[in-house]
């Protein structure tokens, strides 16, 4: 749907908030409880909760998947690279990449 790159300013989450598609900014939201999601986001459609309520466990699955798969992401590598410039071009290649493998998995299931 959208990311960001850059630190946990609330720059970094406002740039997140516009690129989530208009439509989406209506839904109701969970994130962590990052202090800069309460400057930017709508509290009547947006709930602040910790790890332990389950509520962000898919971000935090599928964050984990693109730390494992993409190995600039995970300090201390010999990729590691500071430029985020490229971070995000890494990370859209990738966003694109897992949609198009998913979107293929969706269709071979059609015809199993």
């Not at 990311?3 to 989530?20: C, E, N, P, V």
């Not at 839904?27 to 947006?46: G, K, N, T, V």
């Not at 494992?68 to 985020?84: D, F, M, P, V, W």
């Amino acid at each position: 749907m959208a990311y960001a790159t850059g630190d946990r300013s609330a720059r970094t989450a406002f740039k997140l908030y516009q690129r989530i598609p208009p439509s989406y900014r209506q839904c109701m939201s969970f994130s962590d409880e990052w202090d800069a999601y309460r400057l930017i986001f709508d509290p009547s459609q947006h709930t602040q909760v910790g790890k332990g309520t389950g509520l962000t466990n898919y971000v935090e699955r599928h964050n984990g998947v693109m730390r494992q798969r993409i190995g600039r992401l995970a300090r201390k590598t010999l990729r590691y690279s500071r430029c985020e410039e490229m971070h995000d071009a890494v990370i859209k290649l990738w966003i694109i990449e897992h949609n198009l493998m998913c979107k293929k998995q969706a269709s071979l299931s059609v015809f199993s």
